[in-house]
C-alpha cells in the first residue's frame, strides 16, 4: 500500500509531511505538484517524503508516483491562524550564576524543544525574537549558552478565540446516503453556529464522480448504488480557525451500507480506569522484577477495579527507566522473555483488564546498534537520525562528524530518528506490526516528535478496537484527527497542582475542561486525567493528602479515562521508587478503590453532563447542635510532604468544588474539599442521605441556632475530603 493516505488539512504558515506508506526503502517514489491556487508560487521538492507548506489558501493537488501506480493526495490550506509575537529576556533577569553569555537560544513545543534553532538578537538592555504563534498560552525557555540547565522560564498568551469543532452523522433516506456535519463555534467568538462553513473532502482513495456528489451547505448525499467498497467523508468547520477534521467510513457490501466513525475511542476505552505501572519498581524493594512477578499481582489490580494496564516500555534498554531502547523485537532480560511477557497479557485478559504497551519511537538510545552505525559513518544508516548544526549544541559533547544528532531538551542519549527515510518508517511499521496483535493498545512516547502522516498510517494500520494514547504535552486537538483516541489532559493536571498548592481556587477545575472545548477536541476524544505519572513529581510530595484525596476525586468523578500511578494509591512519595507493599498507606488505597468500584456501579459518573454547583461554605468549626452532628474522621494534618501547607492565595472557603454528574436518568453531586480542615458545605438542592463512595450516613453540621426545616438542613454537608451522593 503505497498511497499516501487520507487528505489533508493545514493552515498557511504550517507544514504537512507527505510519504508513501508501507514504503520500499529501495523503491523510487516521485511527488508532482498537480493543482494550486491562483495566488501561490509553491513548488514540491523532490524525494519520497517531502514537507509542504501552502502559501495561500486553497486546494492543492500532488501525485505520487510509485513503481506500481499513482495517487493523488489532497491538501486544503485555510487562512493563517499565527499572530507575531514578541518574546524578551531583559539582561537583569538573567540568573546570578551567568558571568558570560556566549549563546542564546529559546525554546518551546513552537520549536520542538531544540536548543539552537531559534536565536533572540540583543536589543538595547534584553534579548529580543518575534515568533510567529497560535491563540492561547505558550511556555518557553531563554538558554544560556544553549544549555538547558540554566534556563530563565516564562509564559505568553497570544489573544485570539479558540478552534470550532466539527462532528458528521449519516443515513439511508431513500436509496441515498446523506451525511450531516454539525459544526459548533468556539466558544468565545462572535461567530455563531450558523455563521461557520463546512467544507467537505472525498478521501482520494475512494474514487467516486463529481456529478453523484451533492452538497448543500452541510449535507452530502451520494446515491447507495454509487457508493465504492469504501467512502471515506471528511469534513472541516470554518470560522475565524479551522476545525480538527471529523471522518466518516463507508463500507459498501451485499447491497448495504455501513458507517463507522473512526475518530471515535473503541467502546472499551471510552472511559476506562487506567493503572500505569513503572516497570521495574513494582514488585517492591528486594524482588527483581520480572513479568511472571507482575503476572502474580494482576489480582491486586482487578480489587482496584483497573480496566486497562499501562506498563513503561518493556524491550531492551541500558536504563531502569526503558525508555532509552537498544532492540525494537526482544523484551529486556531482566523482566523476561516474550512467551512470559505474552503470558502476563492473558492473564490481564483473564482478568478483564485490557494491556497498554509503551511504543518509543520517536528516538532510540544512542547505544542503538543502528545509532552506532549511523555515527559511524556506514552509508546505509546516513540518514536514518536527524543532524543539527554543532553550533546548536549545548552539551559539550564533541559529536562525530561535522553535525551533530537532533534530541530534544537535553536528552543527548536518545537521538531523534528521521522519518524523512523511507528505511526508518519501514523500521517502525515493522515495530508496530510486531507489537499490534499482542497487546490492546499503544502509549506512544513523545507522540508530537513523530511527523502526523506516520501516525494516520499507524491509525488505519493497527485492529479496528486498538487505542491509540498520545503523550502530547501541551495536548493538541490536531493529534485526534484520524491517529489518537486518548489524549494526555495537561490542563487538569496543572490545574490540580494549583488548587494542590493553594495557588488556584477549587472552581478552575471547571476552567481546565473548558480548555479542551476552546482547543477544538472533538466530544469523541478521551483526556486521560491524572495527577501523577513517571515523569512528574509525587502530588503527594508537594501537597498535602487531604488535596490528593480531593484531586484524586476530581479524577475519578469527571468524564474522561482516570488513571492511578502505582504507589500514588500506598502514599508514595518518591517518584520511580520500589512499590510500598508491606509499608503503604492500607486507608489510601481503599480510597482509590471506592472511587474506582464506584465508578464501575454507576455509569453516570462516566458519561454524564458535568453541572457546576454554587455552594455556600461555612466554618466548619462552628459552634453545633449535639444530637444532629456525626463527626468527622479528619486525615492528619501532618500527612504528606513537610511542604504540603498551602499558599494563602486562596482561602479555605475557596477550595471546595461542587458539581452534579447528570445523564437524564441518575444525578450525582460530587464535593470536593482540598482544604487542610473538613468544611461544612450547603448545596443548592436536597440530597439523600448516604455517601455513595462509604455507603455511611452523610456528615453533617449545623449552627445551634438553626431552626431550617430538616429538608433544607439535609443539604449541609461536612465535607472530609469528598462527598458523593445522589440527588433526592
Known amino acids: 500500500m ?25 523503491a523510487d517514489y516521485r511527488w508532482t505538484l498537480l493543482d494550486a491556487p491562483a495566488d501561490s508560487s509553491i513548488t514540491v521538492d523532490d524525494g519520497p517524503v517531502v514537507e509542504f507548506e501552502p502559501n495561500a489558501p486553497g486546494h492543492y493537488q500532488l501525485e505520487l508516483e510509485t513503481p506500481d501506480e499513482t495517487h493523488l493526495q489532497t491538501v486544503r490550506a485555510y487562512p493563517s491562524e499565527r499572530h507575531t509575537t514578541r518574546l524578551e529576556l531583559p539582561f537583569g533577569d538573567l540568573p546570578e550564576s551567568v558571568t558570560e553569555v556566549d549563546s542564546m537560544s529559546v525554546v518551546g513545543p513552537f520549536n520542538k524543544q531544540v536548543a539552537g534553532r531559534t536565536r533572540p538578537t540583543r536589543e538595547d538592555d534584553r534579548f529580543v525574537v518575534d515568533l510567529d504563534l497560535l491563540p492561547g498560552t505558550h511556555s518557553y525557555g531563554f538558554c544560556v549558552n544553549d544549555d538547558f540547565t540554566q534556563q530563565v522560564h516564562g509564559s505568553v498568551t497570544v489573544p485570539g478565540p479558540g478552534r470550532p469543532r466539527c462532528r458528521l452523522d449519516a443515513e439511508i433516506q431513500d436509496e441515498t446516503l446523506v451525511v450531516t456535519a454539525t459544526a459548533t463555534a468556539a466558544p468565545d467568538t462572535e461567530n455563531s453556529d450558523d455563521d461557520l462553513a463546512v ?24 446515491p447507495v448504488e454509487s457508493v465504492p467498497e469504501t467512502l471515506r467523508i471528511h469534513a472541516v468547520a470554518v470560522g475565524e480557525r479551522r476545525s480538527v477534521s471529523d471522518t466518516l467510513t463507508v463500507h459498501h457490501t451485499d447491497d448495504a451500507l455501513s458507517i463507522e466513525r473512526p475518530n471515535d475511542p473503541p467502546a472499551w476505552a471510552e472511559s476506562p480506569t487506567v493503572y500505569e505501572i513503572f516497570v521495574r519498581s513494582f514488585t517492591g524493594e528486594t524482588l527483581p522484577t520480572t513479568f511472571e512477578e507482575i503476572e502474580r499481582r494482576v489480582e491486586y489490580l482487578n480489587s482496584l477495579a483497573v480496566d486497562v494496564l499501562w506498563l513503561t516500555p518493556v524491550l531492551a534498554s541500558p536504563t531502569d527507566h526503558g525508555y532509552h531502547i537498544t532492540d525494537y523485537f526482544e523484551t529486556a532480560d531482566d523482566l523476561g522473555s516474550r512467551e512470559a511477557f505474552e503470558s502476563l497479557v492473558d492473564t490481564c485478559h483473564e482478568a478483564g483488564i485490557r494491556v497498554v504497551f509503551d511504543l518509543v519511537i520517536n528516538h532510540t538510545s544512542r547505544d542503538h546498534s543502528v545509532y552506532q552505525l549511523h555515527a559511524g559513518g556506514v552509508d546505509r544508516y546516513d540518514d536514518y537520525y536527524k543532524r543539527v548544526p554543532k553550533s546548536w549544541d549545548g552539551t559539550g559533547v564533541d559529536w562525530a562528524g561535522d553535525d551533530a544528532p537532533e534530541f530534544y531538551f537535553n536528552w543527548q542519549r536518545i537521538p531523534n530518528l528521521n522519518y524523512g527515510s523511507l528505511a526508518v518508517r519501514r523500521w517502525m511499521l515493522d515495530v508496530v506490526d510486531e507489537w499490534a496483535d499482542v497487546v490492546d493498545g499503544f502509549r506512544c512516547d513523545v507522540a508530537w516528535g513523530v511527523p502526523h502522516s506516520f501516525w494516520k498510517e499507524v491509525r488505519e494500520r493497527v485492529p479496528d478496537d486498538f487505542l491509540l494514547l498520545d503523550e502530547t504535552i501541551p495536548r493538541d486537538p490536531h493529534y485526534h484527527e484520524a491517529e489518537f483516541h486518548m489524549h494526555y489532559d495537561t490542563a487538569l493536571y496543572g490545574t490540580l497542582r494549583e488548587i494542590g498548592h493553594g495557588e488556584a481556587p477549587a472552581t478552575k477545575i471547571f476552567q481546565a475542561l473548558n480548555d479542551a472545548v476552546w482547543q477544538g477536541f472533538p466530544e469523541s476524544a478521551v483526556h486521560l486525567r491524572y495527577i501523577e505519572n513517571h515523569d512528574e513529581e509525587r502530588y503527594l510530595d508537594e501537597c498535602s493528602q487531604r488535596a490528593l484525596r480531593a484531586a484524586v476525586a476530581a479524577t475519578f468523578t469527571l468524564p ?17 521508587g520500589p512499590m510500598k507493599w508491606h509499608d503503604g498507606d492500607a486507608e489510601l488505597t481503599d480510597f482509590h478503590r471506592s472511587l474506582s468500584t464506584l465508578r464501575r456501579e454507576y455509569p453516570v459518573l462516566k458519561h454524564g453532563a458535568v453541572e457546576p454547583l454554587s455552594v455556600t461554605v461555612a466554618d466548619s468549626r462552628e459552634e453545633v447542635t449535639d444530637d444532629e452532628t456525626v463527626d468527622s474522621d479528619p486525615v492528619a494534618d501532618d500527612e504528606g510532604s513537610s511542604d504540603s501547607e498551602p499558599d494563602a492565595d486562596v482561602d479555605a472557603a475557596e477550595q471546595v468544588v461542587a458539581f452534579a454528574r447528570d445523564d437524564g436518568t441518575d444525578r450525582l453531586l460530587v464535593v470536593c474539599n482540598f482544604a487542610d480542615e473538613p468544611q461544612a458545605v450547603s448545596l443548592p438542592e436536597p440530597v439523600s442521605e448516604t455517601d455513595l463512595r462509604t455507603t455511611q450516613p452523610l456528615k453533617k453540621r449545623y449552627p445551634k441556632a438553626s431552626t431550617d426545616t430538616e429538608g433544607e438542613r439535609d443539604t449541609s454537608l461536612l465535607v472530609d475530603d469528598v462527598v458523593i451522593c445522589r440527588a433526592r
Open 2 to 26: 503505497d498511497a499516501p493516505g487520507p487528505p489533508r488539512f493545514v493552515s498557511v504558515g504550517d507544514s504537512v509531511e507527505l510519504a508513501p506508506r508501507s514504503p520500499d526503502p529501495d
Open 199 to 222: 467544507d467537505f473532502v472525498v478521501d482520494d482513495r475512494d474514487w467516486l464522480p463529481d456529478s453523484v456528489v451533492e452538497v448543500d451547505d452541510r449535507t452530502l448525499r451520494v
Open 560 to 576: 474522561g479515562a482516570p488513571m492511578i500511578y502505582y504507589g500514588q494509591e500506598r502514599g508514595m512519595t518518591e517518584q520511580r
